[in-house]
């Protein structure tokens, strides 16, 4: 039975069974949707009313039951015009401000994010991270370990504002279904609505940005915390933690609550000029933390660092910043240079770099790479297999899996900042060693069991311009077969981001 049963019905009975009218008036309570809507009954025959009174009650009831239900479905109607299908839940999102007309040129501080999840609009975890002109970005807290160093907060030249190099970042989980403007929270002046789209199967998500005037509902979930006075970062997946003396790198990590399954991060340079060999380790840099960003969906953190050489030499110094989310650690690394290095290659006849993850109690671990679908027995012993991979050229990936779960490096050399190709000369082969007899100094654990990462070749013919090169590091808890690929596809096929 529907509203227009009721109306038929009613049709049928004459006014004078009752003995009552219908008499339009002004300024009465209306029933939502009804036929009734801002009408009053009055009598006109008072000795009726006892029958009336529970006749128009029982139909009263049944006609809210039925419009009610009839409500019901116009919003399961017209509240949801497309359901989330992304499946994919750790990657993050990354929005440039530049394709948020509506919200371009707001306060920061009056934007929310909000997402369509069991039938209402709620907010979700996100940041604005602002970037200057220059395209640093803008850090708004001191360490309290370096309070009295002369560190002060940034601020962008935008004053707080909303501008096109600024970012907005989210986690994918949280983006919800698609739901037409008389959706969105009525308080709301302006709203972004942005959809994410995986270009591997289709599923899309959507969450809304939306600028208030005034309050509005915020979400309290964090996702990652920068803890002091120990100098860690720590998420629901991993901690990790950087030495004083050394905090450009970090000395432990912790996966999955399991003890540190570092010895060192370790950079080796090898580099001949003029004849004289030098071979540089991190411990040649000096490095002190800087500023940093601390939010819901990351951190970042800020060191600048320099290296000292030949004793008495020193490098100009330069900021570099990591980028540390729930699951992952990004490392973006670009330098522009101001001429080919191919003019100098008499005067250096070859340089080296070694970036790797020098790894500790790993016995009983195994070990995988983009060179080999094998696993790897790591055991402190070197044998056929592993000499055999040792030096391969073109490795970009690892995986460590143990009993917490699985520690993953991943390197990106092909791409660009902004995801556009990059053309490089850099090589990469692979650093792998699994002895506990090896020794390779400076380290705080004799033995490399295993101690993994790459070697970079081609530094002598770079052209002038920008490099671009980004490791990253995820922490991957519930590993089945294949499921690296996943994390791979987080960089290697990001979520498409489109707004209306």
Known sequence: ?????????????????????????????????GIFQNYHLQN???????????????????????????????????????????????????????????????DIGQLGLFAFHEGKLVPIPFQIDEINKEGEWVLTQVPPTQAGAGLKPERDDDDGNLDENDELAFMARDAGDRVPPEGYPPEALKVDEIMIRDPIDGGKSWVYLCFFKGSFAHSHRDYVAYVFPEDQIKTGNYVMGFPPELPIAPGMISIHGSPSILDRMKIRLKVKILGIEFSLAESNFISRLSLYKDGPIRVIRRTRSAIKFIGMFRSPSAAVENIFYENAVVIPIWTRLPYSTKAFKFLIPYIIVRGTADLKNMHGWKLKTNLDPRWLKIDGKMDEDENTLNGKEGFNWFLASGPPGVFMIR?????????????????????????????????????ESPDVGYWLDGLRDLEKGLLYICPALFMIKDYSEGKEKDYLNILDRPLEVSVN
């Not at 006892?50 to 009650?57: Q, R």
């Not at 479905?73 to 948020?100: P, W």
């Not at 090589?427 to 033995?447: C, F, H, Q, V, W």
């Open 411 to 447: 390197l990106v050399l092909d791409r660009n900042p902004d995801g556009t190709p990059q053309k490089t000369p850099i090589t990469t082969r692979l650093y792998y060693k699994d002895d506990d007899a090896s020794i390779d100094p400076p380290e705080a654990t004799p033995g």
């Open 44 to 106: 006109r025959n008072r000795r009726n009313m006892f029958i009336i009174k529970p006749l128009l009650a029982v139909l009263f009831f049944i006609a809210s039951l039925i419009l009610a239900g009839e409500a019901k479905a116009l919003d399961s109607k017209t509240v949801v015009l497309e359901k989330k299908t992304l499946t994919r839940a750790e990657d993050f999102v990354v929005v440039y401000g530049k394709t948020l007309r509506k919200s371009l040129g707001e």
């Open 1 to 33: 039975m529907t509203i227009n049963d009721i109306e038929f019905v009613l049709g049928w009975i004459p006014p004078t069974f009752f003995d009552f009218s219908l008499e339009k008036k002004e300024n009465t309570i209306p029933v939502e949707r």
